[in-house]
């Protein structure tokens, strides 16, 4: 599966823009119930089937939270993956895991979203000449990444490509 490079400028804007919107370093329920001494491990793993994506983001989340965090990778982006899976092993301050886990989270299911629903048509259409393109229309500030996660999936960029017919959403 060709995928293109990770785009890290978008990545780190788009963590840093969601961590603020979270407020996450604010988070008096952590400061408050979790000891500041205390070191945590997590894993994070599949409840199903799919393609992995955006395994940067979570890097990227957890530098910004606290680069104390140590991640370990199970798996790298485009890898097939089952219920159960590991994706990545965390460890570091508590704090830390909680501050940023959410933010992660919710990259990873968005990005393993876009490139697992790609993949389920890449497949539905590859006996016909049909390919499957990203788009321009995405989440603001998600653009890159989102883009990304379809090349993740098996499609291809519409950046560069000329037309011998139309898009689908170009049709009237």
Known sequence: MTTTQFPSAGGRTAVAAALAEDASGNDITTAWSVPEDLAATAEVRTRQSGIAAGLPTVAEVFAQVDPEVEIEASVADGARLTGGDVLLRLSGPARSLITGE??????????CGIATLTDRYVKAVAATRTR??????TAPGLRALDKYAVTVGGGRSEKGIRWGGRPLGAVA
Not at 102 to 111: D, E, G, H, K, P
């Open 132 to 137: 499957i393109l990203d788009t321009r229309k």
């Open 102 to 111: 959410r933010t992660a989270l919710n990259f990873l299911q968005r990005l």
